[in-house]
C-alpha cells in the first residue's frame, strides 16, 4: 500500500472551479467595494457582474466583511441569461463580523438556458448605516 497518494477516484469526485472574472475589471477575480448610497440619477456600485465566458455545471459565489465595524445590509445573487432574463438564486440580510466570509451555492446550471453573467448585488437604500462598509466578493463556475 502506497502512503501519500489520493485514489484516481477521490480525484474525480472534485469540481473543478475556476474564478470568473469581473465585468470591466482591472483583471483581478475578486472584487473590494464598499457600500454605497442610492442615486436619484446615475449608477449606484451595487452590483457587480462576473463574465461566464464558457458553460459550467454550477457555480459559487464568494463574500468576505473586510470593515472593522459591522453592518446590516441585504446580499443578493443572480444568474443571467443569454436572453437576458435572470435567476435570483439568493437573498439574505448579513450583519458580518470583519474578516468572516461566507459561500452561497453551488447553484447548478439551468439545462436549456446559456448562462452570461453572474450578479452580486450588494446595497440598500433602506439600510443608510451600512454606507462605506468594505467588502470583497468572488464567483466560481465549476465542472464535475
Keep these: 500500500m502506497l502512503l501519500g497518494l489520493a485514489s484516481p477516484l477521490a480525484a474525480q469526485a472534485q469540481p473543478q472551479c475556476s474564478f470568473l472574472m469581473p465585468l470591466g475589471g482591472s483583471g483581478d477575480p475578486v472584487v473590494s467595494k464598499r457600500v454605497g448610497p442610492d442615486r436619484l440619477l446615475g449608477r449606484t ?3 457587480t457582474d462576473f463574465v461566464v465566458d464558457r458553460p459550467f455545471t454550477s457555480y ?5 466583511a473586510t470593515s472593522t465595524d459591522q453592518a ?8 443571467r441569461f443569454t436572453d437576458g432574463a435572470s435567476l435570483r438564486l439568493f437573498d439574505v440580510t448579513l450583519s458580518p463580523p470583519q474578516g468572516t466570509g461566507r459561500m452561497f451555492g453551488p447553484f447548478p446550471a439551468v439545462p436549456g438556458r446559456r448562462t452570461s453573467l453572474m450578479n452580486f448585488r450588494i446595497g440598500s437604500s433602506t439600510k443608510p448605516g451600512a454606507l462605506g462598509f468594505s467588502y470583497r466578493i468572488s464567483v466560481q463556475g465549476c465542472n464535475g
Design 45 to 47: 456600485n451595487w452590483n
Design 60 to 64: 459559487r459565489f464568494f463574500f468576505t
Design 72 to 79: 446590516t445590509y441585504p446580499v443578493r445573487g443572480y444568474m
